[in-house]
Nanobody, 127 residues
Framework: QGQLVESGGGSVESGGSLKLACVDTGIDYGIDCMGWFRQAPGKEREGVATIDHEGATSYSDSVKGRFIISQDNTKKTMYLQMNSLKPEDTATYYC?????????????????????WGQGTQVTVSS
């Protein structure tokens, strides 16, 4: 069975940029919604951005205008370009995928169907 594999995390100073990638190694047929979530220590997981199979995107208010979600369907890879990073962006970032027509954040997941999750990648932003 395939899985989601994230990469691209690291440490950066405030105002810097990082680009995360999430590769679908073949988890399921029919995935039509993918997204990024993050969880900081002591906090609940929160949605960051989503992208559906047609390329429609959505963002949380906290990252809108700074982060860009994109995908390369030929490579089965989703990206998150993070610009103007702030210390409050520090968290473990997870990618998620689901077969759902409701490509939006629901109960800290994607839509109403089964969600698949990556292992997470750490992003640390220093002031």
């Amino acid at each position: 069975q395939g899985q989601l594999v994230e990469s691209g995390g690291g440490s950066v100073e405030s105002g810097g940029s990082l680009k995360l990638a999430c590769v679908d190694t073949g988890i399921d047929y029919g995935i039509d919604c993918m997204g990024w979530f993050r969880q900081a220590p002591g906090k609940e997981r929160e949605g960051v951005a989503t992208i559906d199979h047609e390329g429609a995107t959505s963002y949380s208010d906290s990252v809108k205008g700074r982060f860009i979600i994109s995908q390369d369907n030929t490579k089965k890879t989703m990206y998150l370009q993070m610009n103007s990073l702030k210390p409050e962006d520090t968290a473990t970032y997870y990618c998620a995928a689901a077969a759902t027509p409701f490509c939006t954040f629901v109960h800290n997941g994607l839509g109403y169907g089964k969600n698949y999750w990556g292992q997470g990648t750490q992003v640390t932003v220093s002031s």
